[in-house]
């Protein structure tokens, strides 16, 4: 028997793993897809809200205010991507002032540093591509940008570095009560653990409902968005958001870390039991393409290099569901956004419920330190030499847009959780996530996948079980 | 790292003409640069024949016509670095370069030739909606799956775009036993050869239907089939939706000049082409930086590649060698008109071309048009003049222009290419 199985690993099941590998205890976290970040994770803003949204008093209020200030210090001693870039909440219509104002008290109430009201001649100074309706805004100095999948993979390296277990492609069917825990039963036989944690993303509800009586309802709330290439970086500073008002609810305008720029969500709500929709829409890129020119003008939407949408795990009351629910089953859901911002203080809490469930004691030998893959774009001359002399894998470029090399593509297959597949490969390394959306390193990437990995070309996914690339060989069905 | 004088960056037939005929031209250091492991470009994918009617008179495989320019660099003894990927690319000539064997080098060359090709436009460009399966391809990695790889990327096909690698891929796919659904079109009119079209397609029983898209793509692991619909001008009409079912989606929706090392070294680009702007001498605005080949604009045949490559070749040659133009040199500008999208070069200095000298304008049309001429003015005074029956923005057009007849003009500031009724 497991002492914990953590169900889903997306951003918070991962930061759970993460935090309760502190302690000594057998860790096992389930993932119905092949690969962290399958879920919400990968398909967001990929912002860190400063935390002036959410209603004062909210768990949610309280979590990303903390998460938000433990990333900083999170992004080092994990290594991912994460820039402080400040945040903007623009005001377009002086008649909306009362609502812009209320968001400042909120975030002041909410505990957020530095919030300040700026008129437009400061705003201007700030952002000179903001729209020319913009009259004044909220600014958040400590607003930030962070590599949802960088985070993912660096929580769930620390959490498998410090014994951590990771089982994939594992649908949970069922939970069993049995003495001292639960029976897991999954597509992939039965599992047995002291403490389950529901973070199940938009399946929470799912997962929640198995054993409890207080139903659930978590609303797959589609979001679509543009992601445009890394020559648009700049066009925008800080994260660049609408105050709703007069002119509707607009979409943010944002710098990824890694220099490109994202546009979007729209926010549609779909069935309950359509859990999978991350089809984006005609409907919904108009939207966002309409939308995105309120607050920010000249979206230079010509250099969208693609589009994509993913699904936020609403839920009616509109804050996270975090807490033992029956005997040793700690929900972990209805974690919609600020979800990814809350992620550090998500981990911590969960983490902290379990704990005191089990009475876990320190485990002395952890280390919270990991290293991501080398960058060698971010070394010198002299430094990238003498990396290609100790491995020449790092000579040989496989993605031309994004410059990855062969090394750094290797190293995310060998890594725990490592790469298997096309998508794997891509959100570690950044391979194929350039302006010509992997058509050149695709079949390379393929080659070393296969040759690292011991498999059959035939086998190679672009993202798990039923994806798979190739269908045969030349004229086999003649 | 041993320095040579002029550095080609790519191997591809724009790479190795240039190289070919730079060496002709008296250059003794040459070094290609190609980021493959082999030199050929993209011709070594392309399997079917039909090249190397103009430069070679006879029909070739692209394999075929990349041989006869390899066996040229091999005779000269031109160097070469394989696998060799050309990191940055300053406006003072350095070019950085990395490699297994010698790790990142630097090299500072008199001159560069730009000839890194071009790239397919991929899925997420078009702003298709729908899921991100498995089975989306663009033609070219397709067929290099197919043609160099013996791997079957699908057994259902749908291709979207009639570019010349859709329709050489719609025949490709035929052949190696897979059932190719449709060809759409967003335009009125293909964008490739009619040749293609009618080898391609219609030798095929392939229906190619104009003037639609792709309006959803179904299937969230892999594509399970994708909707297509018609357009009216680009916007899809509502009710004309048909559904395909497919394991495939190929798509030939153009081709982007790849100048990601121009723009580092400050070269300044066409929006229209999105290459360099380049004078009758293919040089760019930094001296000692030439382009040719579809890196410069895109290219319907490689023999005129190869042609144009060549004389960047014997260009930067010239100006290796010394031959350095005065910079105060006056310009006439190319003006376009009339239909005329483009023309390489944008620009002719008549002081710089030898008397007996003739200048080569390429350019592509902007939309089908019947029974037109394409004429060339300095001034009241015609230049060229040349019937067209039919012109198609999926063909190149060349006028040949006398430095002579430029000359006499070179007190105008600009030239004008147009279309008009014949």
Same mark, same amino acid.
């Given at each position: 028997m497991h002492d914990i199985i953590v169900i889903g690993a997306g951003v918070s099941g991962c930061a759970v793993a993460r935090e309760l590998s502190r302690k000594k205890a057998d860790i096992l976290v389930v993932e119905r897809e092949e690969d962290v970040c399958c879920g919400t994770t990968k398909a967001n803003s990929a912002i860190v809200h400063a935390g002036y949204d959410a209603a004062n008093g909210s768990l949610m209020a309280k979590l990303n205010v903390e998460g938000s200030r433990i990333m900083p210090e999170l992004s080092k001693e994990l290594d991912f991507h994460y820039i402080q870039n400040g945040s903007l909440v623009v005001m377009l219509s002086e008649e909306d002032r009362p609502n812009l104002v209320k968001l400042y008290e909120n975030g002041v109430k909410n505990g957020v540093e530095g919030l300040r009201i700026i008129e437009r001649e400061e705003l201007v100074a700030m952002e000179p591509n903001i729209s020319d309706a913009a009259v004044a805004a909220l600014y958040a100095p400590t607003g930030g940008i962070v590599c949802p999948f960088g985070l993912t993979f660096a929580l769930a390296e620390n959490a498998a570095k410090n014994g951590a277990k990771f089982k994939f492609d594992t649908v949970v069917t069922g939970l069993t009560k049995i003495d001292g825990g639960w029976v897991v039963h999954t597509n992939q036989g039965d599992l047995e653990a002291k403490v389950v944690v529901n973070a199940a993303g938009v399946y929470s509800d799912v997962i929640h409902n198995m054993v409890s009586d207080d139903r659930m309802t978590i609303t797959p709330r589609r979001g679509d968005y543009f992601l445009l290439d890394r020559t648009t970086g700049g066009h925008v500073k800080n994260t660049i958001f609408q105050l709703p008002g007069k002119f509707g609810k607009g979409v943010l305008v944002a710098p990824t870390v890694h220099g490109n720029t994202i546009v979007g969500p729209t926010a549609i709500d779909m069935d309950q039991s359509r859990k999978e929709a991350t089809n984006t829409t005609k409907d919904g890129l108009d939207e966002v393409r309409e939308k995105c020119s309120l607050a920010v003008k000249n979206v230079p939407l010509r250099q969208v290099i693609t589009n994509f949408a993913g699904l936020r795990a609403h839920e009616a009351r509109h804050d996270f569901f975090i807490g033992e629910v029956c005997d040793g089953f700690v929900d972990c859901a209805a974690i919609e956004s600020p979800g990814l911002s809350s992620a550090p203080a998500i981990g911590r809490m969960v983490a902290g419920i379990v704990t005191d469930i089990l009475g876990l004691e320190d485990d002395p030998t952890f280390d919270g330190t990991r290293k991501g893959i080398v960058d060698p774009k971010a070394l010198s001359f002299e430094e990238r030499v003498k990396l290609i002399k100790e491995n020449p894998a790092y000579g040989t470029v496989i993605c031309r847009c994004e410059t990855i090399t062969e090394g750094e593509i290797i190293d995310a297959i060998r890594r725990v959780p490592g790469a298997k597949s096309l998508d794997g490969v891509k959100r570690r390394t950044r391979a194929g996530m350039g302006r010509c959306q992997g058509g050149f390193c695709s079949p390379r990437v393929m080659e070393i996948l296969a040759r690292e990995r011991g498999v059959d070309m035939n086998d190679i996914t672009k993202a798990g079980h039923g994806s798979e690339l190739i269908v045969g060989i030349n004229k086999d069905r003649i | 790292?041993?320095?040579?004088?002029?550095?080609?960056?790519?191997?591809?037939?724009?790479?190795?003409?240039? #190289?070919?005929?730079? @060496?002709?031209?008296?250059?003794?250091?040459?070094?290609?640069?190609? @980021?493959?492991?082999?030199?050929?470009?993209?011709?070594?994918?392309?399997?079917?024949?039909?090249?190397?009617?103009?430069?070679?008179?006879?029909?070739?495989?692209? %394999?075929?016509?990349?041989?006869?320019? &390899?066996?040229?660099?091999?005779?000269?003894?031109?160097?070469?670095?394989?696998?060799?990927?050309?990191?940055?690319?300053?406006?003072?000539?350095?070019?950085?370069?990395?490699?297994?064997?010698?790790?990142?080098?630097?090299?500072?060359?008199? #001159?560069?030739?730009? #000839?890194?090709g071009c790239?397919?436009?991929? @899925?997420?460009?078009? !702003? &298709?909606?729908?899921?991100? %399966? #498995?089975?989306?391809?663009?033609?070219?990695?397709?067929?290099?799956?197919?043609?160099?790889?013996?791997?079957?990327?699908?057994?259902?096909?749908?291709?979207?775009? !009639?570019?010349?690698?859709?329709? &050489?891929?719609?025949?490709?796919?035929?052949?190696?036993?897979?059932?190719?659904?449709?060809?759409?079109?967003?335009?009125?009119? !293909?964008?490739g050869l009619k040749r293609n079209i009618v080898q391609c397609l219609d030798d095929y029983g392939i229906p190619l239907k104009l003037s639609h898209t792709v309006v959803d793509i179904k299937g969230k692991k892999r594509v399970e089939g994708i909707t297509l619909a018609q357009v009216d001008g680009f916007k899809p009409i509502p009710g004309t939706e048909e559904f395909y079912e497919c394991d495939t989606l190929l798509l030939s929706c153009g081709l982007i000049p790849e100048n990601e090392l121009s723009r580092s070294a400050d070269v300044a680009l066409s929006p229209l082409t999105n290459g360099p702007l380049v004078g009758e001498d293919l040089q760019t605005n930094i001296p000692g930086i030439f382009a040719a080949g579809n890196v410069l604009h895109v290219h319907d045949l490689v023999d005129f590649v190869s042609e144009e490559a060549a004389a960047a070749g014997r260009h930067a040659a010239a100006y290796i060698q010394g031959g350095c133009m005065s910079e105060e040199a006056k310009e006439l500008k190319v003006v376009c008109e009339g239909g005329v999208r483009y023309s390489v070069p944008v620009r002719i200095c008549p002081d710089h071309l030898a008397d007996d000298a003739l200048v080569t304008l390429r350019f592509r049309v902007a939309n089908v048009y019947k029974n037109k001429k394409i004429v060339v003015y300095a001034g009241e005074d015609v230049l060229f003049s040349k019937k067209r029956p039919v012109l198609a923005p999926g063909e190149m057009e060349t006028v040949i222009l006398k430095a002579k007849a430029l000359k006499e003009h070179a007190d105008l500031d600009h030239i004008t290419v147009t279309l008009e009724e014949a």
């Open positions: - | 790292m041993k320095e040579y004088e002029l550095v080609i960056i790519g191997g591809g037939p724009a790479g190795l003409a240039a #190289a070919v005929a730079a @060496r002709k031209a008296g250059i003794q250091d040459i070094l290609i640069l190609e @980021r493959d492991n082999e030199l050929g470009g993209i011709l070594n994918q392309c399997i079917h024949n039909g090249f190397g009617l103009h430069t070679f008179k006879e029909e070739l495989t692209g %394999p075929e016509y990349a041989g006869r320019f &390899i066996q040229q660099v091999e005779e000269l003894g031109i160097p070469y670095k394989l696998g060799t990927m050309v990191m940055d690319l300053a406006a003072d000539k350095t070019v950085t370069a990395m490699n297994r064997e010698d790790g990142l080098f630097q090299l500072h060359p008199k #001159a560069v030739i730009l #000839a890194m790239r397919e436009r991929p @899925r997420g460009a078009l !702003s &298709i909606p729908g899921y991100r %399966p #498995a089975g989306i391809y663009t033609a070219g990695t397709a067929q290099r799956l197919v043609n160099m790889e013996g791997f079957m990327p699908g057994r259902k096909v749908v291709i979207l775009g !009639s570019g010349d690698i859709g329709l &050489i891929m719609a025949r490709r796919m035929t052949l190696e036993g897979a059932e190719v659904k449709v060809v759409a079109e967003l335009m009125p009119y !293909s964008g």
